[in-house]
């Protein structure tokens, strides 16, 4: 008689031919490798925020260095300028002037913007353009022009006028110089004309300057004439005469 196979044997065999299901390889895992340790993740980050906080510093000390630099080695002074063109013998108001920064040089005859209102109520002596520098002696309380008195204008060389920046309203003395006699070693004495104050000037292509002079009737004709003998000095005087 055949023996029959028990309940526990064929469990067992069961179990043994069951077939094998496959264990997933961590390997493979699409959560497992694509996921960074979380260390890593905030040290990048500590990384990148050091970096852009360096950036930022970096641009603000550039531009407090710019600043500087620009304000060490800016030398300019306030000035004051004539907003519209200025005419002889108009009163200035304040909206005349303005004040600008320029670089002036040693020597530069300015207003400084505290001294320009005592300008208000005066008026030039000659014709100011819009955009030049404002001195004192362009101005005059009186009117430009008296009773007896003109404007004259000569065409003189280099050494018969002081300089091409003499200013205008600068008092200045109208020499005739006497041509010195052939063989004689000793100058000629030169006759002083009188005293004016200078209206205006400008620079020809010639080489010579033009300038105008305000004076008394008679010394204007005196110094027109020795204009035309080629005979005429201006010479610069103190503002006390």
Same mark, same amino acid.
Do not use: Y
């Given at each position: 008689?055949?023996?029959?196979?028990? &309940?526990?044997? *064929? $469990? &067992?065999?069961?179990?043994?031919?069951?077939?094998?299901?496959?264990?997933?390889?961590?390997?493979?895992?699409?959560?497992?490798?694509?996921?960074?340790?979380? +260390? &890593?993740?905030?040290?990048?980050? #500590?990384?990148?925020?050091?970096?852009? *906080?360096?950036?930022?510093?970096?641009?603000?000390?550039?531009?407090?260095? +710019?600043?500087? *630099?620009?304000?060490?080695?800016?030398?300019?002074?306030?000035?004051?300028?004539?907003?519209?063109?200025?005419?002889?013998?108009?009163?200035?108001?304040?909206?005349?002037?303005?004040?600008?920064?320029?670089?002036?040089?040693?020597? =530069? %005859?300015?207003?400084?913007?505290?001294?320009?209102?005592?300008?208000?109520?005066?008026?030039?002596?000659?014709?100011?353009?819009?955009?030049?520098?404002?001195?004192?002696?362009?101005?005059?309380?009186?009117?430009? *022009?008296?009773?007896?008195?003109? =404007?004259?204008?000569?065409?003189?060389?280099? /050494?018969?006028?002081?300089?091409?920046?003499?200013?205008?309203?600068?008092?200045?003395?109208?020499?005739?110089?006497?041509?010195?006699?052939?063989?004689?070693?000793?100058? %000629?004495?030169?006759?002083?004309? /009188?005293? /004016?104050?200078?209206?205006?000037?400008?620079?020809?292509?010639?080489?010579?300057?033009?300038?105008?002079? $305000?004076?008394?009737?008679?010394?204007?004709?005196?110094?027109?004439?020795?204009? #035309?003998?080629?005979?005429?000095?201006?010479?610069?005087?103190?503002?006390? +005469?």
């Amino acid at each position: 008689m055949r023996k029959r196979p028990s &309940r526990t044997m *064929l $469990r &067992r065999a069961r179990h043994v031919d069951d077939p094998v299901e496959p264990q997933p390889d961590p390997s493979h895992h699409p959560t497992l490798t694509s996921r960074r340790p979380v +260390g &890593r993740v905030a040290t990048e980050r #500590q990384r990148n925020l050091v970096w852009l *906080l360096g950036g930022v510093l970096l641009v603000l000390v550039c531009a407090l260095g +710019g600043v500087l *630099l620009v304000t060490s080695t800016d030398d300019g002074v306030d000035a004051v300028v004539a907003s519209r063109d200025l005419e002889a013998g108009t009163p200035v108001a304040r909206s005349d002037l303005r004040v600008v920064r320029i670089a002036a040089g040693p020597g =530069v %005859a300015t207003v400084t913007p505290q001294a320009a209102a005592d300008l208000i109520g005066q008026a030039p002596i000659g014709r100011v353009p819009e955009g030049a520098l404002i001195s004192s002696a362009m101005f005059s309380s009186s009117p430009p *022009l008296g009773r007896g008195e003109v =404007v004259f204008g000569a065409a003189l060389d280099p /050494g018969e006028v002081p300089s091409s920046a003499i200013d205008v309203g600068a008092p200045v003395m109208l020499i005739r110089a006497a041509a010195t006699p052939a063989g004689s070693e000793r100058p %000629a004495q030169a006759d002083v004309l /009188g005293e /004016g104050r200078v209206w205006a000037t400008e620079p020809l292509g010639t080489g010579q300057m033009w300038i105008t002079v $305000r004076a008394r009737e008679a010394v204007a004709l005196e110094s027109t004439q020795a204009a #035309q003998d080629d005979a005429l000095r201006v010479v610069l005087v103190g503002a006390g +005469g």
